[in-house]
């Protein structure tokens, strides 16, 4: 009997059987627990870091979205209003005022051009011994007859 004691001594392969004692098995407990907590710790940190950046993220996106409206208002004006619907040629209050101003720009400009006729036409003063007033050209103007 002695032989297969000496056989299994001499063989490095065969390893003694040697039963886990309370010890190990505490510590290695403590380990699992210390592990599994940490573990824990380290996902409520993931998740916490998740969290954040997606309130970075979102935070850009809106500070962005403001910074694209704030340009938008300032380099293009605001489209009209429900009350400005009707299209130029059915609003008569904006028609009628548009006339008016036409109307005024035309009588402004025939009296002008009566001035500036009026200018050529004055009577010769009395040291100027001419028969007839010389008009230029390019002072003429139709008279509409």
Known sequence: MMETSNAQDDNPE???ISTPTAIDIASLQATIERLCAELKQTQAELKQTRTE????RNQRTQDL????????????PSLPSAAQSL???KDTARLNSIKQSMLEK???RRIQRQENAACFLQPLSENQDFEYT???TK???DLGH
């Not at 950046?53 to 970075?56: A, E, H």
């Not at 910074?67 to 380099?75: D, K, L, P, W, Y």
């Open 14 to 16: 065969v390893m003694p």
């Open 139 to 141: 002072a003429r103007q």
């Open 53 to 56: 950046i997606d309130m970075l």
């Open 106 to 108: 035309l009588q402004q």
């Open 65 to 76: 979205n403001q910074s694209i409206i704030e340009t938008n208002h300032a380099q293009f």
């Open 134 to 136: 010389y008009i230029p």
């Open 87 to 89: 299209p130029p040629w």
